[in-house]
């Protein structure tokens, strides 16, 4: 008989960040301080803590046991019906993961709202991958799409996530996700690029809504999204694409070579976006070593040498 677990699901692929063993600190109900338009869960009053958590012992036990269980994992996600920082025994919780983790990478997917406590901040620093979500710089754009618990003001947000950035020696991933109408127009995500390219995080993903939303609001299309992921200057972009373009582009080395000192481009993107001829000439600047390729936090991307 399969075991059913309680507080933890998975393995799953995914593509950001490998294969996730996931760990559910709210498995019971919502519990989250922002209440977002396009939460895949229902939507919900905003709360600063979490409903019914589970013990940390409890949930050790369950990741040793599918640890034990399934041999191909890379990451174990700490994760939550809604935001996982508001577990109050995250310090011990995190402690004891990075016990019993083996050669596997600790994540945790936040949606940055309590970064700028200090407290969290610290712990935050013993996690292998930190997914931070920055929707938008403005506090009228983040009103409107994150829905926050009174008193919360991106203003503390964003200077929270640049100290913990360079303090923080991981890898940290900053996820945007777009909604029509509300954060994909020019001057929010030019007021985002310049926020991170203070806030220098590792990668940045960036998707739209693919699953049905809490509020009735819509998806980017794709050809907006890859206009807008456009606008980002000198920062690993990684676009989650539902359909990626049919058609490739024929590029010639210096044009490869003026996109990747632009921003560096993921694999995903060389697969989709490059012809074969353009992707051979990709591996023949990587043999002349003019440029290099990088795993960060488990998505590929090929980037100009970088002298260390
Ligand atoms: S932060 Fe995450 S869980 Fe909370 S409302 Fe937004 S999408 Fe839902």
């Known amino acids: 008989m399969i075991k059913e677990y309680k507080y933890i699901f998975g393995p799953v692929n995914s593509r950001r960040f490998g294969v996730s063993l996931g760990i559910d600190l709210s498995p019971f109900e ?5 209440d977002c338009v396009y939460c895949e869960l229902k939507g919900a009053k905003p ?3 979490i409903k019914n958590p589970p013990k940390v012992e409890d949930i050790i036990s369950e990741v040793k046991e599918a640890l034990a269980k399934f041999k191909n994992i890379n990451v174990i996600t700490i994760t939550s019906n809604g935001e996982p920082t508001l577990y109050k025994d995250l310090d011990k919780l ?6 019993i983790k083996q050669n596997k990478k600790l994540l945790i997917l936040s949606n940055s709202s309590t970064v700028c406590d200090k407290k969290i901040a610290d712990v935050l620093m013993d996690i292998d991958i930190v997914k931070l979500s920055l929707d938008c710089a403005t506090q009228k754009c983040f009103k409107k799409i994150d829905r926050p618990l009174k008193g919360l003001s991106i203003d503390d947000i964003i200077r929270g996530i640049k100290t913990f950035s360079k303090r923080f020696k991981n890898i ?7 909604v029509k109408g509300i954060n994909d127009n020019q001057e929010e995500i030019k007021r985002l690029n310049e926020v991170l390219n203070a806030i220098k995080p590792s990668r940045i993903d960036i998707g739209t809504i693919d699953r049905p939303p809490a509020y009735n609001v819509k998806p980017v299309d794709e050809k907006e999204m890859i206009k807008l992921s456009n606008i980002f200057t000198n920062l690993a972009v990684s676009l989650i694409h539902k359909n990626p373009p049919l058609t490739k582009e024929n590029f010639s080395t210096k044009e490869i070579l003026v996109l990747l000192k632009h921003r560096p481009q993921s694999q ?5 976006f490059f ?3 353009s992707k051979k000439k990709v591996m023949k600047l990587l043999d002349q070593k003019l440029i290099e390729q990088k795993d960060i936090g488990g998505t590929v991307f ?5 002298k260390r």
């Open 30 to 34: 919502k519990s989250c301080n922002f």
């Open 268 to 272: 995903f993107d060389i697969n989709n």
């Open 94 to 99: 995190v402690l004891g993961l990075n016990k």
């Open 47 to 49: 709360v600063d803590y």
């Open 302 to 306: 090929y980037q100009l040498l970088r």
């Open 172 to 178: 940290l991933v900053i996820e945007i996700l777009l």
């Open 275 to 277: 012809n074969e001829n």
